[in-house]
T-cell receptor, first 111, second 114 residues
């Protein structure tokens, strides 16, 4: 059974600092997704990573995938308050369209 | 701007009542998913459809939940009878299988069962 674990689950950081959120998963997959959720809102797709070594960047966020280590990272560069949200990674179940979500990492960026 | 729509956005009901939630997937998407989000359990997949056919509903309590796609523009999730433990936010998502399997989420239905 595919399990997905994120850490940390809660992250409080100062504006301008860098940090990384980790997403580990338990069985082979070649699809990994990062979503953002603001309080009381829906999930917004951030990144789709489909191959080993894939790296994608959007603004201050950069996501990468290492399928051999079963690890994805979401790196935040020079955080700003607008990045405060909950970030989910989700891993695709092979041969299906299903996604298994991590617990989410709540990011709080303080001025 | 194509979006997944869900109705109702909020629903408060009494225990024992039937609840029906509706979802309109993005036009042209051939997969539809129902998720439930709670603080305790996080995001759980309840059921999913491809080309309107149910593929997996193993995450759904069978005795009280049912999911259907009467046509390509409508997916429904029904709870009968509802219980307080069903209180959660229910999300519908749709997507295309190829090439990325990416899922696009609707705004959710916040259900409160008293």
């Amino acid at each position: 059974e595919l399990k997905v674990e994120q850490n940390p689950l809660f992250l409080s950081m100062q504006e301008g600092k860098n940090y990384t959120i980790y997403c580990n998963y338990s069985t082979t997959s070649d699809r990994l997704y990062w979503y953002r959720q603001d309080p009381g809102k829906s999930l917004e797709s951030l990144f789709v990573l489909l191959s080993n070594g894939a790296v994608k960047q959007e603004g201050r966020l950069m996501a990468s995938l290492d399928t051999k280590a079963r690890l994805s990272t979401l790196h935040i560069t020079a955080a700003v308050h607008d990045l405060s949200a909950t970030y989910f990674c989700a891993v695709g179940v092979s041969n299906t369209g299903k996604l298994i979500f991590g617990q989410g990492t709540t990011l709080q960026v303080k001025p | 701007d194509a979006r997944v729509t869900q109705t109702p956005r909020h629903k408060v009901t009494e225990m024992g009542q039937e609840v029906t939630m509706r979802c309109q997937p993005i036009l042209g998407h051939n997969t539809v998913f129902w998720y439930r989000q709670t603080m305790m359990q996080g995001l759980e997949l309840l059921a999913y459809f491809r080309n309107r056919a149910p593929l997996d509903d193993s995450g759904m309590p069978k005795d009280r939940f049912s999911a259907e796609m009467p046509d390509a523009t409508l997916a429904t999730l029904k709870i009968q009878p509802s219980e307080p433990r069903d209180s959660a936010v229910y999300f519908c998502a749709s997507g295309l299988r190829e090439p990325t399997y990416e899922q696009y989420f609707g705004p959710g239905t916040r259900l409160t069962v008293t």
